[in-house]
């Protein structure tokens, strides 16, 4: 099973030199011991960077996973279920001949989202079945 079609591929990053002021508002009822606890219940004003977001646009890629993890997080009492989380390794590659001779992908990254584990889906097809579904690789089909 593989991805095949255009991936947008979004990245945030911070302005060489545009700023703005942001506004921080601490709450009264912090606790001792929290690193703002002397700030609490004041207001303070910080200069941070802008954060620019820039897009590349990658045309007729193979993805591939390569890996899937279930991960036990915890009973929840009041919904009385288990918490399961899915995390998986996508791979990108120009071509599916590339993927087969090349050992460093174009891009590849992990991601890890929350789990139906009754669900009919085995990990790898729940995290393809994911994955189209995240930002940049909603264009992607089945292959």
Same mark, same amino acid.
């Given at each position: 099973?593989?991805?095949?079609?255009?991936?947008?591929?979004?990245?945030? =990053?911070?302005?060489?030199? *545009?700023?703005?002021?942001?506004?921080? %508002?601490?709450?009264?009822?912090?606790?001792?011991?929290?690193?703002?606890?002397?700030?609490?219940?004041?207001?303070?004003?910080?200069?941070?960077?802008?954060? &620019?977001?820039?897009?590349?646009?990658? =045309?007729?890629?193979?993805?591939?996973? =390569?890996?899937?993890? &279930?991960?036990?997080?915890?009973?929840?009492?009041?919904? *009385?279920?288990? /918490? &399961?989380?899915?995390?998986?390794?996508?791979?990108?590659? /120009?071509?599916? =001949?590339?993927?087969?001779?090349?050992? *460093?992908?174009?891009?590849? *990254?992990?991601?890890?989202?929350?789990?139906?584990?009754?669900?009919?889906? /085995?990990? %790898?097809?729940?995290?393809? %079945?994911?994955?189209?579904?995240?930002?940049?690789?909603?264009?992607?089909?089945?292959?």
């Amino acid at each position: 099973m593989a991805l095949t079609g255009t991936l947008t591929k979004y990245i945030a =990053s911070e302005h060489a030199s *545009d700023t703005e002021t942001i506004t921080i %508002t601490f709450p009264a009822d912090l606790t001792e011991g929290h690193p703002h606890y002397d700030l609490r219940g004041t207001t303070t004003t910080e200069t941070i960077p802008v954060t &620019v977001e820039t897009s590349t646009d990658h =045309s007729d890629v193979y993805v591939f996973i =390569s890996a899937t993890s &279930v991960q036990y997080v915890g009973y929840d009492a009041s919904t *009385d279920t288990n /918490n &399961v989380n899915l995390y998986y390794i996508y791979k990108v590659y /120009n071509s599916k =001949s590339e993927k087969d001779t090349l050992t *460093d992908p174009l891009l590849e *990254d992990g991601i890890s989202t929350s789990w139906d584990y009754s669900s009919n889906l /085995n990990p %790898t097809e729940a995290a393809y %079945t994911h994955l189209k579904t995240v930002r940049g690789f909603e264009n992607l089909i089945n292959l």
